[in-house]
C-alpha cells in the first residue's frame, strides 16, 4: 500500500514562505502524476499545483508565480515552496498521486496551514 505522509504546516505570516513536503512510500518513478490540493475552511479540495512523469508542472491560476511544485526522486519527497503566502492560503494541504488518468489513487493525510494577516 502506498504511503503518503505531508509536513511543514503550520501559522505563517502573510508575505513569508512555507515548504511543504510529501514524503513517499515508494519511487515516484511509478506513477504518472503528482499533485498538491488545498482545501480552504468551507470549501471543496482544490488541486492548485501538479507534475508528470516528464516533469511537466501546471498550477492554479489563483496561485500562480508563487506557488513551486518540485521533487526529490533520490528522497522520494515531492515538495510545494509558497512565497510569498497570503491569506487565502489558509487551509488544509494535501498530496496526492496516481497511475494513469482519471481519479486519483493515493492520498496523504494533509498538513495544517494557517496564514496571519
Known amino acids: 500500500q502506498v504511503q503518503l505522509v505531508e509536513s511543514g504546516g503550520g501559522l505563517v505570516q502573510t508575505g513569508g514562505s512555507l515548504r511543504l513536503s510529501c514524503a513517499a512510500s515508494e519511487s515516484f518513478s511509478s506513477f504518472d502524476m503528482l499533485g498538491w490540493y488545498q482545501q480552504a475552511p468551507g470549501k471543496e479540495r482544490e488541486l492548485v499545483a501538479s507534475?508528470?512523469?516528464?516533469?511537466?508542472?501546471k498550477y492554479a491560476d489563483s496561485v500562480m508565480f508563487r506557488f513551486t511544485i518540485s521533487r526529490d526522486n533520490a528522497k522520494k519527497t515531492l515538495n510545494l515552496q509558497i512565497d510569498p503566502v497570503k491569506p487565502e492560503d489558509t487551509g488544509v494541504y494535501y498530496c496526492a498521486a496516481r497511475r494513469g488518468r482519471g481519479t486519483w489513487d493515493y492520498w496523504g493525510r494533509g498538513t495544517q496551514v494557517y496564514v496571519s494577516s
Open positions: 507534475m508528470n512523469i516528464i516533469g511537466r508542472t
